[in-house]
């Protein structure tokens, strides 16, 4: 039982750490390098992440990074040692936070650029970028902050775990 445990929590340090990484990045790095861009350049720039970062490498991080906390936090609490417990339930909350923002804010207007369609035909493209820009980065930013804090409960849980085994 503990190694299964430590396993699904070294699966969630993981996938929660690629999610951290991902987002701050985009964070410190892409979305800073977008802003430079003028209106056109900067909907094609964010239409042609979002349709290469739908991949199987993306989605196993992101959903594994619920997934993996989740099982982390019911094979700990099952074993009867939930001296980790605490730190697991703190990360799975900030995960779901990352992930449901996503899925209900940074997505829909993921979705609102692509359905724009090409951005030479668009006739204000200011008016769409402006309508999107602050907002998805300010989210971005919610489920940057989270991730990394769910990381930093998994890191703590894992040391709670090592110092709790016989």
Known sequence: MR????LSLLASVLSVGLMAGLFTGFSYA??????ILDDRGWIAGM???NRVILNGWFMTAFLGSVLFTAAALAL????GDR??????LLALVLALVMFIGTIAVNVPMNDRLEAAGDPAQIADPAALRASIESRWIAWNTVRGVAAL???LALAWALVVHGRSGS
């Open 3 to 6: 190694l299964l445990q430590l």
């Open 30 to 35: 892409v979305m800073p390098g977008l802003k």
């Open 47 to 49: 239409q042609s992440i």
């Open 76 to 79: 700990n609490w099952f074993s």
């Open 83 to 88: 001296a980790a417990s605490p730190w697991l």
């Open 149 to 151: 804090l769910s990381l």
